[in-house]
C-alpha cells in the first residue's frame, strides 16, 4: 500500500521490461528483445540456469538466449516458471513436487523445457460460449469473483488442470477431446499449480528484432463493430463490439497506444504498424528528458465543448556531450474520439457491453497497479507512457457511483498517487486544459463521492480512530493534486517551470478558480469522522514535526480544502472549547495555593446608553487567557438571565456603536457597500479603538458569533496573514482597481500617455502631501518595462503602508483571542462566513428547526405564523423577526437551520402581544383568534420590541 515508488533493480535499469512476475523468492523479467531475466534464491533450480546457485542480480536463462527463443510471457509459482516462447510454445522449469511442470513427473527441472499442450482437457469453468462466425474463434467469457475483486477475461479458449493435486498439469485426464493448440494468450502459476490460456487463432511469428503487436483504437472499426450490434437482429451480437474493448484495454500498453493526438510520428507509426512502444514499463538510462511545461498558443491547443485537448510538444534532449537536440512527443490524449468512444458504448445502453467496458477496465488498472507495486523505476519521466490512467479516469461511468465503479476509481487513484512528481506534474498540465464542466463531473465529482463512500464505514464517536486506510488517503491525494490544478495560475510564458507544487500564485493578479471551491466538499467528514481524535494529531504533527525520513501523519485537517466552512467552525470550537475549559480550570485552581480560586466567567455589567465606556473601562481588566471564559453580559436596570441571548444581542451592539461614524474608525464606501479603515484616525485613542474592535469581533469569533460587519475581503486575507493583491483592490475600491488594470493592459507607450513617476498622493494627510514608493520614486518614471511594479508597489501602499497602524491595532487585537491553529484552515472567504454570517437567510430552514410548546406543527396559529413569515413580511420584517426572538439579525455559520426556536402558547385568545425571551430564543404567542389580528400583533412587537428585554 505504499504510495513511494521503489528502487530500480541496478542489473537491467538500463533494459526495457515489458513484463515481470515474482515467486516465493526470486524474480523474472522479460525485456522487449524477448530476453528472460531471473534473479533471487535458486533451491529448486527456479532461476532456469542449469544449478542451484543463487544469484543476487538478474541473469539471462542461458537456454533460451543461446538457442535465440523469443519470450513474451512469463509466471512465476512458489518455486516454478512458465515461459511462453514465440506465442504458442510454453516452457517450465523449476520445482516439480506437485506435477505443476506439466510434464506427467513429479521431478524438479533446473533447466527450461518444452510442454506438450495439446493433450489437456477442456475447462469445465466455461460460464458462457459465443461463437464468432467472422473470426472463426471461439469465445469464452470467465468471470472471477472474490472478497476484493473482479477479473474479467475474454478468451479464445480456457484450459484448466484436473482437480486432483497430484495430476495438476499432468495430462492424466482425457474427459474432453483433444484439440489443436495455437496461440498462447494467457499463463499464471498459483502455489503448486499452472495454468495456460489458448486459442485456434493462427499463430504469430516473432523474433527477437520485431515488436509485439498490441492492439489499439481504431474509429472506422470501431464504428464498424457497433453498426454490428445496432443492425442486426441476431442473438449475440454484442460479441464483436466485447472482443474489441477487451482488446484494447487488455493491458496498459495497448491502452497508451490509443487515443493519441491526430498527426503525430506516434499515430502514423500506431496505424501503420499497429504497435507502440509506450510501455508503463519501459525505462531508458541513456535517454534523459527535461519536459517544460508547454508554450501552448490557440494554434496548439483546443478545447472544445466535450473537453478535446490535445497537446503537441518540442522536447530538448541533451546529450552526454550537451549537445541540443528536439524531438517531438505525444504527451496528450485526444478527449474528441475518447469522448466519441466513451458515449458511443454507454450510449448503446446495452448492459453486457457495458459490464465488458468496466471489467476490461479493471483488468487494465490491476495490470498497471501490479507493475508499480513490484519495485518498478521510473527513470523516465515521460508522460506519455501513462495516458491510460487519463483515458481510464475520464469514462463517464464513474458518474454513476457503484461500490463497484467506486473501488475502480480507487485503484487508478493508487495508480495514480505512485507516479514520479515529474509525470504527475504532466497529469496537472493537462487537467488545467479540462473544459470546466468535465473537470467537475469526470474529475472531481466522482472521486469526492468515492471518498464519501468509503468514510461511511468510520464511527464518529471512535475516540481511538488515529489512522485511516490507504484506500482513503490514495483518493485524497489524487483529490488534493486535482485542488492544486483548480488554484493555479495557467501561464504561456516560456520561462514557466514545470513545477506545480508549490501553490504560490503572482503577487499582483491572482489566477481564476476553474471551479468553486464547494466542488471540493465532503460534508460527511463532519458525520464520520471523530474531528476531536484528528484536529489533536493534526496539532502534535505541527508542533513537533517528524524528521525527512518520516512521513507525516495522515489528517483531514491537513487537506482543508475538503472541509466546508461549517465543519472548519466545528474544529475552530473544539480548539475554542479547549481553551475555555483550561481558562476556567485555571479559576478554579489557581496556579498559587495563596490566591483564592476567581469567577470561571467573563462577566461584563454595562449600560445600553454608555456601552462602549463600559466596555473600555472593564474589558482590558482581564487577561487574553481570562478573556476565553464563558462570557456572561448584564445590562445594568434590566432583568434577565445570560443564557446567549443576551451575549448576543451584546456583541451586536457593541460592534454596531464602533462601526459607527462619529467614532471616525472607518470610512463607508458607498459604491461597494463596506467599511475600510480610515488613514487619518492614526492617534493613540483611535488605535485603542481599533484594538477593541479586533477584541470584540474576536471574541465573538471565540464563542462562535456573527456580527454585521461589511469589510471588503482584502481585510479577511490580512487577519490570516496574506498579502492582498490587485483583486482585492478591485473590490475594496473598484474604480482604483480597473485603472491599474488599464494601465497593465495598456499597448502604448506608459509613459508618454500616462506620465506618472513612482512618486503618489499620500492618503490621509494634506492634498499636497507625496510618499515615493521606492527609493528616488520622484526622479523615475513609469514605462512600459517596470510598470508591473509601480503597480505592485502602489496596492501595497494603498492596502497596507497608509493604514498599517490601524490594521496592526485592529489585528493585534483580533489575534489575541483568536490565534490558535485552526484559524489557519480557513480561506479568507471561510472567515467572512464565520465573522458575519451566510449572507442569505433561509427562513425555511429556520421553519423545519422550530420547536413548539403547547402548539404542534399544523395548528392554525402555526400555520399562520409561518404563512406570515414566508409571503406577507418583507426582508426587514423577516430580520427584526429574527432579532426579536434570537437578540440577533444574523445568520450563524450553517445557516438558519442552527438556530431552535421555541414557539410557546401565551395564554388563549387575547389582546396581548407576542413576546420574546431572547436568552431561550423563545417567541410567546397568546392563541389569536383569526390570521389578520395575529399580523396585527406581531407589527407591533417588532416596532416597539427592539430595545431593551422584552416588552415592558
Given at each position: 500500500d ?5 528502487r530500480?533493480?541496478?542489473n ?7 513484463t515481470a512476475d515474482?515467486?516465493?523468492?526470486f524474480g523474472?523479467a522479460v525485456d522487449?528483445?524477448g530476453?528472460?531475466?531471473?534473479w533471487?534464491h535458486?533451491?529448486?533450480?527456479q532461476?532456469g540456469v542449469g ?6 542480480v538478474?541473469?539471462k536463462?542461458?537456454f533460451l538466449?543461446?538457442?535465440?527463443l523469443?519470450v ?7 518455486n516454478?516458471?512458465?515461459a511462453v ?9 523449476g ?11 513429479i521431478e524438479?527441472?533446473f533447466s527450461?523445457e518444452l510442454v506438450?499442450l495439446?493433450?489437456?482437457q477442456q475447462?469445465?469453468?466455461v460460464?458462457m ?5 467472422e473470426t472463426?474463434?471461439?469465445?469464452t ?5 472474490s472478497d476484493?475483486?473482479?477479473d474479467?477475461k475474454i478468451d479464445?479458449s480456457?484450459?484448466?488442470e ?10 492424466t485426464?482425457?474427459?474432453h477431446p483433444i ?9 499464471a502459476?498459483?502455489?503448486?499449480s499452472?495454468?495456460a ?7 504469430r511469428?516473432f523474433?527477437r528484432k520485431?515488436r ?6 481504431d474509429?472506422?472499426?470501431f464504428q464498424e463493430?457497433v453498426?454490428i ?5 441476431e442473438k449475440n451480437?454484442?460479441r464483436?463490439?466485447a472482443?474489441?474493448?477487451q482488446?484494447?484495454?487488455?493491458s496498459p500498453t ?7 493526438p491526430?498527426?503525430?510520428?506516434s499515430?502514423?507509426?500506431?496505424a501503420?504498424?499497429n504497435q507502440?512502444?509506450s510501455d ?6 541513456k535517454r534523459?528528458?527535461?519536459l517544460?511545461?508547454p ?6 491547443r483546443?478545447?472544445?465543448p466535450?473537453?478535446?485537448t ?5 522536447v530538448e534532449s541533451k546529450?552526454?556531450?550537451d549537445?541540443k537536440?528536439s524531438r517531438?512527443?505525444t504527451?496528450?490524449v ?9 458515449s458511443?458504448?454507454i450510449?448503446?445502453n446495452?448492459?453486457?457491453?457495458i459490464?465488458v467496458?468496466?471489467?476490461a ?6 495490470l ?8 518498478v523505476s521510473?527513470?523516465?519521466?515521460q508522460?506519455?507512457s ?6 481510464i479516469l475520464h469514462?463517464?461511468?464513474f458518474?454513476i457511483?457503484?461500490?463497484k465503479?467506486?473501488?475502480l ?5 493508487h495508480?495514480?498517487?505512485v507516479?514520479p512528481q515529474?509525470i504527475?506534474n ?7 486544459h479540462?473544459?470546466?464542466?468535465l473537470?467537475a463531473?469526470?474529475l472531481v465529482?466522482?472521486i469526492?463521492s ?8 468510520y464511527?464518529?464517536n471512535?475516540?481511538?480512530?488515529h489512522s485511516?486506510d490507504?484506500r482513503?488517503q490514495?483518493c485524497v ?7 492544486q490544478?483548480n ?5 504561456t510564458?516560456e ?5 506545480y507544487?508549490s501553490q504560490?500564485l503572482?503577487?499582483v493578479i ?5 471551479l468553486g ?5 465532503i460534508e460527511?467528514i463532519s458525520d464520520?469522522?471523530n ?11 505541527l ?5 525527512e525520513a ?6 483531514f485537517?491537513?487537506?482543508s480544502?475538503?472541509l466546508s466552512p461549517?465543519?472548519k467552525a466545528?474544529i475552530?470550537?473544539i480548539?475554542?472549547k479547549m481553551?475555555t475549559?483550561?481558562a476556567i480550570?485555571?479559576?478554579?485552581r ?10 470561571p466567567f467573563l462577566w461584563l455589567?454595562v449600560r445600553r ?10 474589558l482590558p ?5 481570562e478573556m476565553?471564559r ?7 436596570g434590566?432583568?434577565?438571565v445570560d443564557?446567549?441571548?443576551i451575549t448576543k ?5 457593541v460592534v454596531?456603536?464602533?462601526?459607527k461614524s462619529e467614532f471616525g474608525?472607518?470610512?463607508?464606501n458607498s459604491e461597494?457597500?463596506?467599511l475600510?479603515f480610515n488613514?487619518?484616525s492614526?492617534?493613540?485613542s483611535n488605535?485603542?479603538?481599533f484594538?477593541?474592535?479586533g477584541?470584540i469581533i ?5 464563542n462562535g ?7 471588503p ?5 490580512k487577519l490570516?496573514?496574506l498579502?492582498?493583491t490587485l ?5 475594496a475600491?473598484?474604480?482604483m ?6 494601465l497593465?493592459?495598456f ?20 492634498s499636497s502631501s507625496?510618499v515615493e514608493l521606492i527609493p528616488?520614486g520622484s526622479?523615475?518614471a513609469?514605462?512600459n518595462?517596470n510598470?508591473?511594479?509601480?503597480v505592485e508597489k502602489y496596492v ?5 503602508d497608509?493604514?498599517d497602524q490601524?490594521?496592526?491595532?485592529f489585528t493585534?487585537?483580533?489575534r489575541l483571542?483568536?490565534?490558535g ?10 472567515l ?7 449572507p ?5 430552514a429556520?421553519?423545519?428547526?422550530a420547536?413548539?410548546?403547547?402548539y ?5 396559529l402555526i400555520r399562520w405564523?409561518?404563512s406570515i413569515?414566508?409571503?406577507e413580511?418583507?426582508?426587514d420584517q423577516k430580520?427584526?423577526?429574527l432579532?426579536f ?8 455559520l450553517?445557516?438558519?437551520g ?6 410557546q ?6 389582546e ?6 431572547t ?6 404567542i397568546?392563541d ?17 420590541g427592539q430595545?431593551g428585554f422584552?416588552?415592558?
Amino acid at each position: 500500500d505504499s504510495l513511494v515508488p521503489k528502487r530500480v533493480v541496478t542489473n537491467i535499469r538500463n533494459v526495457s521490461i515489458i513484463t515481470a512476475d515474482f515467486g516465493s523468492d526470486f524474480g523474472a523479467a522479460v525485456d522487449e528483445r524477448g530476453c528472460l531475466w531471473t534473479w533471487g534464491h535458486n533451491q529448486d533450480g527456479q532461476l532456469g540456469v542449469g544449478d542451484q546457485d543463487d544469484y543476487l542480480v538478474p541473469t539471462k536463462v542461458p537456454f533460451l538466449d543461446e538457442n535465440n527463443l523469443y519470450v513474451t510471457n512469463v509466471a512465476c509459482g512458489l518455486n516454478h516458471v512458465l515461459a511462453v516462447v514465440d506465442g504458442h510454445s510454453l516452457y517450465s522449469w523449476g520445482g516439480g513436487q506437485a506435477g505443476q511442470l506439466g510434464r506427467g513427473t513429479i521431478e524438479d527441472s533446473f533447466s527450461p523445457e518444452l510442454v506438450s499442450l495439446s493433450q489437456y482437457q477442456q475447462s469445465k469453468d466455461v460460464q458462457m460460449s459465443i461463437a464468432n462466425e467472422e473470426t472463426e474463434d471461439n469465445v469464452t467469457m470467465t468471470e472471477v469473483t472474490s472478497d476484493s475483486d473482479i477479473d474479467m477475461k475474454i478468451d479464445p479458449s480456457v484450459l484448466n488442470e484436473p482437480s486432483s493435486r497430484s495430476e495438476q498439469l499432468s495430462g492424466t485426464s482425457s474427459s474432453h477431446p483433444i484439440i489443436e493448440v495455437g496461440e498462447i494468450l494467457q499463463i499464471a502459476c498459483g502455489t503448486y499449480s499452472s495454468t495456460a490460456i489458448v486459442s485456434h487463432r493462427k499463430r504469430r511469428n516473432f523474433t527477437r528484432k520485431s515488436r509485439i503487436p498490441i492492439a489499439s483504437f481504431d474509429r472506422d472499426v470501431f464504428q464498424e463493430k457497433v453498426k454490428i450490434l445496432v443492425e442486426s437482429k441476431e442473438k449475440n451480437t454484442f460479441r464483436p463490439l466485447a472482443v474489441y474493448i477487451q482488446n484494447l484495454f487488455s493491458s496498459p500498453t495497448a491502452l497508451n497506444g490509443s487515443f493519441l493526438p491526430p498527426n503525430t510520428n506516434s499515430t502514423q507509426k500506431s496505424a501503420k504498424h499497429n504497435q507502440i512502444r509506450s510501455d508503463p514499463v519501459i525505462y531508458s538510462r541513456k535517454r534523459k528528458l527535461r519536459l517544460p511545461t508547454p508554450k501552448i498558443d490557440d494554434s496548439e491547443r483546443k478545447v472544445g465543448p466535450i473537453g478535446q485537448t490535445v497537446f503537441m510538444r518540442t522536447v530538448e534532449s541533451k546529450s552526454k556531450d550537451d549537445s541540443k537536440s528536439s524531438r517531438t512527443l505525444t504527451v496528450g490524449v485526444d478527449f474528441a474520439r475518447l469522448e466519441l468512444f466513451y458515449s458511443t458504448v454507454i450510449g448503446l445502453n446495452h448492459e453486457k457491453i457495458i459490464q465488458v467496458l468496466c471489467l476490461a477496465m479493471q483488468t487494465c488498472t490491476k495490470l498497471l497497479q501490479q507493475l508499480t507495486k513490484r519495485g518498478v523505476s521510473y527513470r523516465d519521466p515521460q508522460s506519455g507512457s501513462y495516458r491510460c490512467l487519463a483515458i481510464i479516469l475520464h469514462n463517464p461511468l464513474f458518474g454513476i457511483r457503484t461500490a463497484k465503479l467506486d473501488t475502480l476509481l480507487i485503484e487508478v487513484c493508487h495508480c495514480l498517487a505512485v507516479l514520479p512528481q515529474s509525470i504527475q506534474n504532466e497529469y496537472k498540465t493537462w487537467w488545467r486544459h479540462y473544459d470546466p464542466e468535465l473537470y467537475a463531473i469526470r474529475l472531481v465529482r466522482p472521486i469526492v463521492s468515492a471518498i464519501g463512500r468509503e468514510l461511511q464505514s468510520y464511527d464518529k464517536n471512535d475516540e481511538n480512530q488515529h489512522s485511516y486506510d490507504s484506500r482513503v488517503q490514495a483518493c485524497v491525494y489524487v483529490l488534493s493534486r486535482l485542488n492544486q490544478v483548480n488554484s493555479l495560475q495557467l501561464s504561456t510564458s516560456e520561462n514557466q517551470s514545470s513545477d506545480y507544487n508549490s501553490q504560490q500564485l503572482n503577487p499582483v493578479i491572482r489566477s481564476h478558480l476553474i471551479l468553486g471551491v464547494e466542488e471540493f466538499y465532503i460534508e460527511s467528514i463532519s458525520d464520520r469522522i471523530n474531528l476531536l481524535t484528528d484536529y489533536r494529531n493534526w496539532r502534535a504533527f505541527l508542533a513537533n514535526p517528524p524528521s525527512e525520513a518520516q512521513l507525516p501523519p495522515f489528517t483531514f485537517c491537513s487537506h482543508s480544502f475538503m472541509l466546508s466552512p461549517v465543519t472548519k467552525a466545528e474544529i475552530l470550537r473544539i480548539e475554542h472549547k479547549m481553551a475555555t475549559i483550561s481558562a476556567i480550570a485555571s479559576a478554579l485552581r489557581p496556579s498559587d495555593p495563596r490566591d483564592h480560586p476567581t469567577m470561571p466567567f467573563l462577566w461584563l455589567k454595562v449600560r445600553r446608553d454608555h456601552l462602549i465606556e463600559d466596555v473600555l473601562t472593564q474589558l482590558p481588566r482581564f487577561t487574553a487567557k481570562e478573556m476565553k471564559r464563558i462570557p456572561r453580559i448584564e445590562f445594568i436596570g434590566e432583568e434577565g438571565v445570560d443564557f446567549g441571548g443576551i451575549t448576543k444581542e451584546f456583541f451586536v451592539l457593541v460592534v454596531d456603536e464602533l462601526m459607527k461614524s462619529e467614532f471616525g474608525l472607518f470610512e463607508y464606501n458607498s459604491e461597494m457597500r463596506t467599511l475600510w479603515f480610515n488613514a487619518k484616525s492614526n492617534h493613540q485613542s483611535n488605535l485603542e479603538m481599533f484594538h477593541l474592535c479586533g477584541v470584540i469581533i474576536g471574541l465573538a469569533c471565540f464563542n462562535g458569533l456573527s456580527v454585521g460587519v461589511n469589510f471588503p475581503i482584502v481585510l479577511y486575507r490580512k487577519l490570516l496573514g496574506l498579502t492582498p493583491t490587485l483583486d482585492d483592490l478591485r473590490l475594496a475600491d473598484p474604480m482604483m482597481g480597473r485603472s491599474l488594470e488599464e494601465l497593465l493592459r495598456f499597448e502604448g507607450e506608459v509613459e508618454d500617455v500616462f506620465c506618472l513617476t513612482f512618486e503618489v498622493s499620500a492618503i490621509g494627510k494634506d492634498s499636497s502631501s507625496s510618499v515615493e514608493l521606492i527609493p528616488n520614486g520622484s526622479t523615475i518614471a513609469v514605462t512600459n518595462r517596470n510598470r508591473e511594479l509601480f503597480v505592485e508597489k502602489y496596492v501595497e501602499y494603498l492596502l497596507q503602508d497608509s493604514i498599517d497602524q490601524q490594521c496592526h491595532s485592529f489585528t493585534s487585537g483580533f489575534r489575541l483571542i483568536c490565534s490558535g491553529y485552526a484559524l489557519t484552515l480557513f480561506t479568507p472567504e471561510d472567515l467572512e462566513l464565520l465573522i458575519c454570517g451566510p449572507p442569505r437567510l433561509d427562513f425555511k430552514a429556520l421553519e423545519n428547526a422550530a420547536v413548539y410548546e403547547g402548539y404542534h406543527p399544523q395548528h392554525r396559529l402555526i400555520r399562520w405564523f409561518w404563512s406570515i413569515v414566508h409571503d406577507e413580511f418583507t426582508i426587514d420584517q423577516k430580520k427584526e423577526l429574527l432579532a426579536f426572538c434570537t437578540g440577533s439579525a444574523r445568520s450563524p455559520l450553517g445557516g438558519l437551520g442552527q438556530i431552535k426556536i421555541t414557539i410557546q402558547r401565551a395564554g388563549p385568545d387575547s389582546e396581548y402581544v407576542p413576546f420574546s425571551s431572547t436568552c431561550f430564543s423563545t417567541l410567546l404567542i397568546p392563541d389569536y383568534s383569526s390570521k389578520e389580528k395575529l399580523l396585527k400583533k406581531l407589527c407591533v412587537s417588532l416596532k416597539h420590541g427592539q430595545v431593551g428585554f422584552g416588552l415592558q
